[in-house]
């Protein structure tokens, strides 16, 4: 009986630790493919920076004149209530170009999705209290997605050529969508204000850029394109014009853009 017993439990054996084997190089498996995917979205996002280094630039004074600055939405503020300073960052930009003769007109593109949040319109009052005149400003109600203000502002508002205004890490997205679809798309990096928000703001940046890949691989078009409409600008250059400006927000240390505001200041 102890012998029938003991060739039993031997025979039974090996299924266990071929079981075990299994699981182990599954694991393995999984491992390898995490780490490889990890790399892919990595290489994925330095291709982007190489691809549009070219095309960008982050000293004001070697910005080339441009026909319209392009100016990529976000909230006026953060979840928490307070004031966003990527948006306060983006809008002096814009603002230096237009007021440095850089830029004949501005067009901001945003979310627009509800009756309750409209990023256009905010931006279109900011840049109005930093002294670009409301005739000089179009407003793009759907630009839900970097994507969708690219392409919009080259078929539906008609703009062969453009300036991206962002922090740099979203205009060179921006650069490599546009160029992928055969748009003349530049751009112009606004101050990125660091620090923890900022790093957070890098790191989704990776996974936007995988999408941003994709999408274009895919040829995904924007949510919305609708009949085409005009871009206000400018007729008169005012080249050579040197104004400071600033949105009366607490600033970062070394901002590019002195502080000076232009009519009522924002609270």
């Known amino acids: 009986m102890d012998q029938q017993t003991s060739a039993t439990a031997s025979a039974d054996c090996p299924i266990p630790s071929r079981r075990r084997r299994l699981w182990r190089w599954l694991g393995l498996g999984v491992v390898g493919l995490s780490a ?30 441009m026909p319209v600055a392009v100016v990529l939405g976000t909230a006026r503020r953060t979840l928490g209530g307070h004031p966003n300073q990527f948006y306060r960052a983006r809008l002096e930009a814009a603002a230096a ?20 949040y409209n990023e256009p319109e905010a931006m279109r009052r900011d840049l109005i209290k930093l002294g670009v005149p409301d005739a000089f400003i179009t407003l793009d109600y759907a630009g839900f997605r970097t994507l969708d203000s690219v392409v919009r502002a080259n078929r539906v508002f008609g703009l062969e050529q453009f300036l991206i205004v962002s922090q ?56 919305f394109l609708g009949k085409p409409e005009p871009v206000k600008v400018r ?33």
Do not use: C
């Open 168 to 223: 740099g890490y979203h205009v060179e997205r921006g650069i490599f969508i546009a160029r992928a679809r055969g748009i003349q798309a530049y751009g112009y990096a606004a101050e990125d204000p660091g620090g923890a928000a900022g790093g957070r703001v890098r790191l989704r940046e990776i996974g936007a850029r995988a999408m941003a890949i994709w999408d274009v691989l895919s040829g995904r078009e924007p949510k």
């Open 235 to 267: 007729k008169d250059s005012a080249e050579g014009a040197h104004v400071s400006i600033s949105l009366s927000w607490a600033r970062t240390p070394g901002s590019r853009h002195k502080i000076q505001a232009f009519g009522p200041k924002m609270q």
């Open 97 to 116: 170009l237009f007021h440095q003769g850089r830029v004949q007109g501005i067009l901001v593109s945003g979310d627009n999705g509800s009756r309750y």
């Open 36 to 65: 490889g995917l990890i790399a892919v979205v990595l290489l994925g996002d330095l291709w982007i920076s190489w691809r549009a280094a070219p095309w960008i630039e982050r000293d004001l004074a070697k910005v080339e004149p």
